[in-house]
């Protein structure tokens, strides 16, 4: 009687482990760290707010950038696509807060711990993209709210489902960089020619397929860590995507830099000899993008100092080139 004692109450211990062990586990929000004001801050992606510096991109085409009324106009439309930016990433993570829970990094953004309640999420980015339309519409011209209206429109397309559709998926994120580069032209009322929208275009789908593809090489194998809809490109239809991608933007930049209508009182021709420079850069952005370490564009260009002297070359070329003297 004595020995039977203990094997009936080890009975319901065993039974408990098999039963914990056969019970999936639950995705559950890491401890929350930080404020909540920090949380949503962290949100919004400050780090991804220097693409927004591309509205200065159409300005600075047109040699118009210097002047007081075009710094102040550009400072406002910079703010304004950043709360529309911010508005967007703050929808996105409320959305995908549960399938974040999973990842090995994303569990840790602010809205997957826990940090940022879900509905708090969705209501700030919806008042941030209210209050951008809203300033849009009484600050500047009709076609940049308009803008930002399709942006808004695009990129919350994209977060809901357009991101689940083959090619679809890079087409909306590079027109998301060629609409950052446009809407400084629009607020300036400065024309966009045919060649400035075929290099940015063709240049951002650059930048987002070797990011794409750097991702697919660097995540190979590992399931749950990366984005799903990378399973289904090969990597050789995404190095094939950046490499036309990048031919296109260089021969959009050439026939602009060979057409007639440059600034011909120049000592050197710096609109032609600008193309050498950018060139170089396409080249040197390549060798990141086959060795599957092209990731957030910003971070390469800064972290390798030959891209970045080449790029401050060519900045200073073409501003010769586009500056009126």
Partial sequence: MTETAPLANSAPAQSAALLEQRTPPRHTPPP???????GLIRTARPKQWVKNVLVIAAPAAAGQLFTAHALTRLALVFALFTACAAAVYLVNDARDAEADRAHPTKRHRPVAAGQV??????AVGGVLAALALAGAVWLTPPLVPALLTAYLGMQLAYCVSLKHVLVV???LVATGFLMRAMVGGLALGIPLSRWFLITTGFGALFMVAAKRYSEAVQMAGEAGATRALLTEYTTGYLRFVWQLAAGVAVLGYCLWALEEGGT?????????LSVVAFILAVLR????????TAGEPEEVVLGDRALALIGLVWLAMYGL?????
């Fill in 169 to 171: 998926d890079l087409v």
């Fill in 117 to 122: 309640p879900v509905p708090l999420a969705y």
């Fill in 285 to 292: 952005y390549a060798v990141f993008a086959d060795r599957g």
């Fill in 264 to 272: 011909h009182s120049s000592v050197l021709p710096w609109r032609q």
């Fill in 321 to 325: 080139a586009v500056t009126p003297w």
């Fill in 32 to 38: 929350r760290e930080g404020s909540l004001l920090g």
